[in-house]
């Protein structure tokens, strides 16, 4: 019977420790070394996501079937370099909506001064753009799949949107409560007065004339030129 060694176990039981904890998501540092990492994948039981990070898998399992279930934890872990960051526009409306499948293209701002594009694993990519005003406040933590996110809080997807067409976007408005006050405090940093009155004309025409009002009364505030 072949011995194993003491490096082996050393890679063998750090798999079996992080499998049964559940933290399938792990980066280069956490590996005991690079002996352990390098087995670990020679023997079919670690994907490379991108280079310094790896999935912790099962050996023969099919790399749809592993990947697909840990991509938003491998999201929250990529993005710990980018602190503070929030998911934006489209994707986080239709996270509000309930829709928590996986994103051809996902779009994160950060308060860093870095603009990356992450390639993953079937094509899917992490656009990252810097956000000089980024502010915790616009922001809020939730979770998909035991991962820790931060989404743009609603009133922010709201004001940020320049695509306000479709079922999802009439949906987001109908069915979503909106601080009317932190909305003013975001139009009055960066007003865009055309983009709020089709808002404005949008939510009347689809019954929200509660939301139709508050916007009118931010612009009439806030906007010399109207």
């Known amino acids: 019977m072949r011995k194993i060694s003491k490096a082996a176990k050393k890679a063998y039981s ?14 280069g540092r956490d590996f005991p070394d690079e002996y352990a990492r390098k087995l670990l994948q020679q023997q079919d039981l670690v994907f490379t996501i ?3 990070l790896y999935l912790l898998k099962n050996k023969g399992d099919a790399p749809g079937t592993f990947f697909y ?8 872990k990529l993005m ?19 829709d928590e499948s996986i994103p051809q293209a996902l779009k994160i701002r950060t308060g860093r001064n870095v603009k990356h594009i992450l390639g993953l694993p079937f094509g899917l990519k992490i656009y990252i753009r810097p956000d000089p005003a980024f502010e915790e406040k616009t922001r809020r ?20 949107l320049r695509r306000r067409k479709g079922i999802n976007f009439i949906s987001f408005i109908k069915g979503m409560k909106f601080d009317r006050r932190f909305m003013e405090i975001l139009y009055a940093e960066n007003p865009k007065p055309v983009r709020v009155k089709e808002l404005a004309k949008i939510a009347k025409r689809i019954g929200r004339a509660d939301l139709a009002a508050q916007l009118g009364e931010i612009l009439k505030e806030y906007t010399i030129y109207r």
């Open 14 to 27: 750090f798999w079996k420790d992080k499998a049964g904890e559940k933290e399938h998501i792990v980066s």
């Open 50 to 52: 991108k280079r310094g």
């Open 69 to 76: 279930p840990f991509y938003w934890p491998a999201v929250a």
């Open 80 to 98: 710990e370099a980018y602190q503070p960051w929030s998911i934006e526009k489209e994707i986080a409306l239709n996270i509000y909506l309930g």
């Open 141 to 160: 933590q939730i979770k998909i799949s035991d991962a820790k996110l931060y989404i743009d809080l609603p009133e922010k997807v709201l004001l940020g």
